[in-house]
């Protein structure tokens, strides 16, 4: 698998995953009035990694050597950051919800927290899933 098909993957994935944490997300709060946290946004990270690493064992037969995990993952990163962004903002002016303003320095310390841990989550669970693609293969 190259690169680009790869990351279009994991993009399509994100999506996906992005919709159906929105769709429970909606569902609890209609039915239970319960608001989920907004840390399970790390969910549209971390499966979409996985199932990146899982697909590219499968295909390949290979594992990714480490330096080219780490490439892939800081682009993940940067794709699930403005994916999960552009979703958000559409979902806020569709459903009319207010985001919350923060100063600009407060802005810029989380977004680059978010980015570190969208990036460290990226690594760790591509190359868990394409360990379990290959140990399963064996």
Not at 111 to 123: D, G, S
């Amino acid at each position: 698998m190259t690169d680009t098909q790869i990351l279009t993957r994991f993009a399509v994935v994100t999506l996906i995953v992005f919709a159906a944490v929105t769709a429970i997300g909606f569902a609890l709060r209609l039915l239970f009035e319960y608001e989920m946290g907004t840390g399970l946004g790390i969910v549209t990270i971390i499966v979409p990694a996985m199932e990146a690493g899982q697909t590219h064992a499968r295909r390949a037969g290979t594992a990714l050597g480490s330096g080219h995990m780490w490439r892939l993952s800081a682009l993940m990163g940067l794709i699930s950051a403005v994916l999960s962004s552009a979703l958000a903002l559409a979902l806020a002016a569709l459903t009319g919800t207010a985001l919350p303003a923060l100063p600009t320095g407060t802005f810029l310390i989380v977004a680059a927290v978010v980015m570190i841990v969208y990036i460290l989550a990226a690594r760790f669970f591509l190359g868990f899933g394409q360990r379990l693609e290959l140990k399963r293969g064996e």
